[in-house]
């Protein structure tokens, strides 16, 4: 199948080829026949599906269709996509950019970190689209700033990771403020209990698509455990990055206070790295992005929330420095390699503390991971394991604000070759909004 067979007007198949694709991704063949009948759809797609693009392509096909020009008159914005945190709003706004760059739709995302002006200014201006997290949404909508009276399509974006990170009512709030009849769309990388009881809700008559297996790794990501004493694991992660030659490597720590120790031992090591986490300005935040995709750094360092906006291309090398607590987020950490055909490496320093962590991981996958140890680095059979502190929702994951934190679960992107988020365009969707105040989304 091309695209060129699902029904998208010519502007935005221009805009899919100026990305140079051709081909939906299957996340992408599914949804988008289905969004453009009006259905409303509950989806399962695993990280890296492509699947941001496989509900903006048909949202800009339907409100380009549907009185076209008229949502400027009125100042109310047709579509709202609910996202968890703010690196996600920027990346699905970013695909509505790209791809909505040939229309006359505008679209803003709303979020914490960043001041409040430029955010206001959009909004008052008219968007069709609103990419926001719901604190930073409430906010406006306590302002009077946003008016989600005239909604026809609601997105819920890893609607999953939303609820573990105690955004329950917000959401809730915010739907009961939207029109009953409206078009609803949730994407969820798993369907919980509580899932299926917002979809309940929300859903009418909704068709369900899935993509993947549950918690299914990336097939073509090579993994690797070095177990190592905990003490040592930065002089291995050194050691291995110089030895290897790794270039591009993504980093996950449980804590801020850990991203920021271990990024500060690199750059002394002569490794250009920076941390990426919720105690970070935005602006530094996007910078350490832009800076990582451009190779100007070798390593990001990353708790597991901040890193959700980062969606590159053929990423080489993910590395396990700390090993979550959630086995599920395990996989979609080192989902974020060998992707679209390339092949990745995953490699965990796990050292004695960490070994019950491994097995659930093992238990999950259904296999064993290869073991090695680093000559020189071998582990001291005397020591003891420590006990590992439970995350407390935003203090661990790297995330501020959440009326309630609980643990987090995954991240999404897209693959190279197919349509997805992260790419900077000089579109004509609004690139306003960018932009919050007290609530950092």
């Not at 990336?218 to 790794?246: M, N, P």
């Not at 935040?285 to 929330?305: E, G, M, P, S, Y």
């Not at 680093?374 to 790297?398: H, L």
């Not at 995954?410 to 197919?418: D, I, L, M, Q, T």
């Amino acid at each position: 199948m091309k695209f060129t067979e699902l029904g998208l007007r010519a502007e935005i198949l221009r805009a899919i080829a100026e990305q140079g694709y051709d081909t939906p991704t299957p996340i992408q063949a599914q949804a988008i026949p289905v969004v453009l009948e009006g259905r409303d759809l509950m989806a399962a797609a695993q990280t890296g599906t492509g699947k941001t693009a496989g509900f903006t392509l048909p949202i800009l096909q339907l409100l380009s269709a549907r009185d076209s020009g008229l949502s400027l008159k009125r100042f109310k914005p047709r579509c709202l996509v609910l996202v968890p945190t703010r690196e996600l709003a920027v990346q699905v706004h970013d695909s509505v950019r790209t791809y909505g760059r040939h229309l006359r739709l505008k679209a803003t995302a709303i979020y914490g970190g960043v001041g409040m002006g430029a955010q206001l200014s959009a909004l008052k201006s008219g968007v069709d689209i609103i990419v926001a997290t719901p604190g930073r949404l409430l906010d406006h909508i306590e302002q009077r700033s946003a008016d989600l009276s005239g909604i026809e399509i609601l997105v819920l974006d890893e609607a999953d990771r939303m609820l573990d990170m105690g955004f329950i009512r917000d959401i809730r709030r915010i739907i009961a403020l939207l029109p009953k009849k409206k078009q609803s769309l949730l994407f969820s990388a798993t369907f919980s209990d509580e899932i299926r009881g917002l979809a309940t809700g929300l859903l009418n008559d909704p068709l369900g698509v899935e993509v993947a297996r549950r918690n299914a790794p990336a097939e073509l990501v090579s993994q690797t455990v070095y177990h190592v004493d905990r003490e040592r694991k930065r002089d291995l992660l050194i050691q291995l990055i110089d030895d290897h030659g790794w270039h591009q490597v993504l980093v996950f720590t449980r804590t801020k206070h850990g991203a920021d120790a271990l990024s500060d031992r690199l750059a002394k090591a002569g490794i250009k790295s920076a941390a990426l986490h919720g105690n970070k300005s935005q602006n530094q935040r996007q910078r350490a992005l832009d800076d990582f995709k451009r190779l100007k750094l070798n390593v990001l360092v990353a708790t597991d929330i901040a890193a959700r906006g980062i969606d590159i291309d053929e990423l080489p090398h993910v590395v396990n420095y700390e090993l979550p607590n959630v086995p599920e987020d395990y996989v979609h950490r080192i989902g974020r390699t060998g992707r679209a055909g390339s092949s990745g490496q995953a490699v965990s320093l796990v050292c004695v503390d960490e070994h019950k962590l491994l097995r659930d991981i093992e238990s999950l996958l259904k296999r064993a991971i290869e073991k090695k140890v680093q000559p020189g680095f071998e582990p001291d059979p005397s020591i003891k394991p420590q006990p590992i502190q439970k995350p407390r929702g935003n203090v661990a994951n790297g995330t501020q604000g959440a009326r309630q934190s609980q643990p987090s679960r995954h991240a999404p992107s897209a693959p190279r070759g197919k349509p997805g988020a992260g790419r900077n365009t000089n579109g004509r969707a609004s690139t306003a909004g960018h932009h919050s105040g007290q609530r950092h989304r």
